[in-house]
């Protein structure tokens, strides 16, 4: 018999809250970033990081073994990879990332772009990020493979890198 984790519980503890523009938790390993929601304020269900790509920020292609990511461009230009597609993502455009599926995003503009992260459920990100946070700048490939087997996440790919389909 399978144990039911907190955040499964219908009585998991959590109350409702609003968070102001420009305020939110600092995002490990993302400076430019804000968390709005977090796996200990939203019971584990799910997570709300808003994101501010700088131009040439990337993201290597992965998936997650243990968690599905829903993205929402506020602004700027995104390329955004979703399984086999990819394409131009501008403010309004939103995507599904489910459970190992391959995703990635790029800001190839020339000024920073905006999106809303969800992740559900995030508890496996928030600690993936917070061990990330902790790893030298000097880590080799072994340590960073480790984290990420720890964590669920697979690398699969490179950055995106202009190829544009829309």
Same mark, same amino acid.
């Given at each position: 018999?399978?144990? @039911?984790?907190?955040?499964?519980?219908?009585?998991?503890?959590?109350?409702?809250?609003?968070?102001?523009?420009?305020?939110?938790?600092?995002?490990?390993?993302?400076?430019?970033?804000?968390?709005?929601?977090?796996?200990?304020?939203?019971?584990?269900?799910?997570?709300?990081?808003?994101?501010?790509?700088?131009?040439?920020?990337?993201?290597?292609?992965?998936?997650?073994?243990?968690?599905?990511?829903?993205?929402?461009?506020?602004?700027?230009?995104?390329?955004?990879?979703?399984?086999?597609?990819?394409?131009?993502?501008?403010?309004?455009?939103?995507?599904?990332?489910?459970?190992?599926?391959?995703?990635?995003?790029?800001?190839?503009?020339?000024?920073?772009?905006?999106?809303? @992260?969800?992740?559900?459920?995030?508890?496996?990100?928030?600690?993936?990020?917070?061990?990330?946070?902790?790893?030298?700048?000097?880590?080799?490939?072994?340590?960073?493979?480790?984290?990420?087997?720890?964590?669920?996440?697979?690398?699969?790919?490179?950055?995106?890198?202009?190829?544009?389909?829309?």
């Amino acid at each position: 018999m399978q144990a @039911i984790k907190d955040w499964e519980r219908p009585d998991a503890a959590t109350k409702g809250f609003i968070v102001s523009p420009g305020e939110g938790d600092r995002i490990p390993s993302k400076p430019n970033g804000k968390a709005k929601a977090t796996s200990r304020n939203t019971g584990g269900l799910f997570a709300v990081h808003e994101a501010v790509l700088m131009p040439g920020d990337k993201v290597v292609r992965h998936r997650h073994n243990n968690l599905a990511e829903f993205f929402y461009v506020l602004e700027g230009e995104v390329l955004l990879q979703i399984g086999d597609e990819v394409a131009k993502a501008t403010a309004g455009t939103f995507a599904f990332s489910p459970i190992n599926n391959v995703h990635a995003f790029s800001n190839l503009g020339t000024e920073p772009a905006r999106m809303l @992260i969800v992740a559900t459920p995030q508890e496996p990100g928030e600690r993936y990020f917070e061990e990330m946070e902790r790893m030298p700048a000097d880590a080799d490939e072994t340590a960073w493979d480790q984290l990420n087997r720890k964590y669920g996440v697979e690398v699969v790919g490179p950055p995106l890198e202009g190829q544009r389909q829309a």
